[in-house]
């Protein structure tokens, strides 16, 4: 069955401090990965994608995504977290080729102090 | 517009009563999807258009729930007999869909619904 793991529910950095939020999918076709940050009260905002090619994914505001496919992850990483970036993180994984159903994680919670 | 515009942006309504929350997705995109999203939890999928028909109806919670689309443009959710467990976001996203390549979804503000 497809679904999308994220295993930590809630994360705390400092800022300044380096950050990886962790993504695993279990999809039986080849994958599209999404990574969406949505801010309190805010809708979701598409931060990078994976299609194809390069498996080093540059999104917006600084983060990056790696697609591992020997480990079906797609974790996310910035090099230096802002206040700014407190918000939760959602991966999602779907597929041209076997419908359009999208499967999200259940997010990860970022907290940034100071 | 530009984006994926959803109303209204809150509903409060009462137990029993029915509700319809409408999406107007990015003129172009051909598929829309529905979610919803209940406090602190993930999205969970609710329906699919491809154009204006619904390969995909799987998500929707009961028979209570119904959505529709006409052409490539406008789509309603529509609720009956709202409960307090239907409490939650409503999000829209929109593609520009299977055939040009792209599924890369852009969401909606979401509509708060709230029964009481």
């Known amino acids: 069955a497809q679904s999308v793991t994220q295993p930590d529910i809630h994360i705390t950095v400092s800022e300044g401090a380096s950050l990886e939020l962790r993504c695993n999918y279990s999809?039986?076709?080849?994958?599209?990965l999404f990574w969406y940050v949505q801010s309190p009260g805010q809708g979701l905002q598409l931060l990078l994608k994976?299609?194809?090619?390069?498996?080093l994914v540059q999104g917006i505001k600084g983060f990056e995504a790696e697609f591992k496919r020997s480990q079906s992850s797609f974790n996310l990483r910035k090099p230096s977290v802002h206040w700014s970036d407190a918000a939760e993180y959602f991966c999602a994984v779907g597929a041209l080729n076997t419908g359009n159903q999208f499967y999200f994680g259940t997010g990860t919670s970022l907290t940034v102090i100071p | 517009g530009a984006g994926v515009s959803q109303s209204p942006s809150n509903k409060v309504t009462e137990k029993g009563k029915d509700v319809e929350l409408r999406c107007d997705p990015i003129s172009g995109h051909t598929a829309l999807y529905w979610y919803r999203q209940r406090l602190g939890q993930g999205l969970e999928f609710l329906i699919y258009f491809q154009g204006n028909s619904a390969p995909d109806k799987s998500g929707l919670p009961s028979d209570r729930f119904s959505a529709e689309r006409t052409g490539e443009s406008v789509s309603t959710l529509t609720i009956q007999r709202t409960q307090q467990e239907d409490s939650a976001v409503y999000l829209c996203?929109?593609?520009?869909?299977?055939?040009?390549?792209?599924?890369?979804?852009?969401f909606g503000p979401g509509t708060r619904l709230l029964v009481l």
């Open positions: 994976y299609f194809s090619g390069d498996t």
């Open positions: 996203a929109s593609s520009l869909g299977r055939l040009a390549g792209d599924e890369t979804q852009y």
């Open positions: 999809y039986g076709a080849t994958p599209y």
